[in-house]
T-cell receptor, first 111, second 117 residues
Framework: DAKTTQPTSMDCAEGRAANLPCNHS???????VYWYRQIHSQGPQYIIH???NNETNEMASLIITEDRKSSTLILPHATLRDTAVYYC????????????FGTGTRLTIIP | GAVVSQHPSWVICKSGTSVKIECRSL??????MFWYRQFPKQSLMLMAT?????????EQGVEKDKFLINHASLTLSTLTVTSAHPEDSSFYIC?????????????FGEGSRLTVL
């Protein structure tokens, strides 16, 4: 799996959009970008994934640059419950199933 | 959606004893499950891949005789920490992929916090 680079921590005001960047400059053509988050003392939770097109679901939006070397996870209206560590991971869909976690971004939502 | 459940959610044991943690896929069958360990303020570290009906595959540096993994059925994998010591105190997390799911995402258990006194 390709490596990713994320900022160590970020703050965001409650109600505002939280934009979490991720660099994955060595991503291969068949690798997807996955986002997970881990709330304190819980197991990671799947958020969203994408290949090259922007994606949106009920939790978040994923914007992938045209060259696929970076992406941004957007939480449109952050709440206090969104405080967590967010992990950006790249992997082959249905391929090597091992997920290798980097350090992630610790997002703190401020009241 | 698919659910993975772990038990117990927390356990405290004396040094030298063995502790078993269960990981169950509740609404799908998982031929492969993964066990992770996470120390405070650190990321998840993959320990081993649990394969139904065969031996687990351990990551480099993980002692297979200390962390026994048994994947006896398509819905259950167990991790036994043998002769536990205080340095084994950690948050253990399992995960599994729903092979019938459309997007290949892995689902994670709630985690099991082990404290060895």
């Amino acid at each position: 799996d390709a490596k990713t680079t994320q900022p160590t921590s970020m703050d965001c005001a409650e109600g505002r959009a939280a934009n979490l960047p991720c660099n994955h400059s060595t991503i291969s053509g068949n690798e997807y970008v996955y986002w997970y988050r881990q709330i304190h003392s819980q197991g990671p939770q799947y958020i969203i994934h994408g290949l090259k097109n922007n994606e949106t679901n009920e939790m978040a939006s994923l914007i992938i640059t045209e060259d696929r070397k970076s992406s941004t996870l957007i939480l449109p209206h952050a709440t206090l419950r969104d405080t967590a560590v967010y992990y950006c991971i790249v992997r082959v869909l249905f391929g090597n199933e091992k997920l290798t976690f980097g350090t992630g971004t610790r997002l703190t939502i401020i009241p | 959606g698919a659910v993975v459940s772990q038990h117990p959610s927390w356990v405290i044991c004396k040094s030298g004893t063995s502790v078993k943690i269960e990981c169950r896929s509740l609404d799908f069958q998982a031929t492969t499950m993964f066990w992770y360990r996470q120390f405070p303020k650190q990321s998840l570290m993959l320990m081993a891949t649990s394969n139904e009906g065969s031996k687990a595959t351990y990551e480099q540096g993980v002692e297979k005789d200390k962390f026994l993994i048994n994947h006896a059925s398509l819905t259950l994998s167990t991790l036994t920490v043998t002769s536990a010591h205080p340095e084994d105190s950690s948050f253990y997390i399992c995960s599994a992929r729903d092979p019938g799911g459309p997007s290949g995402e892995l689902f994670f258990g709630e985690g099991s916090r082990l404290t060895v006194l």
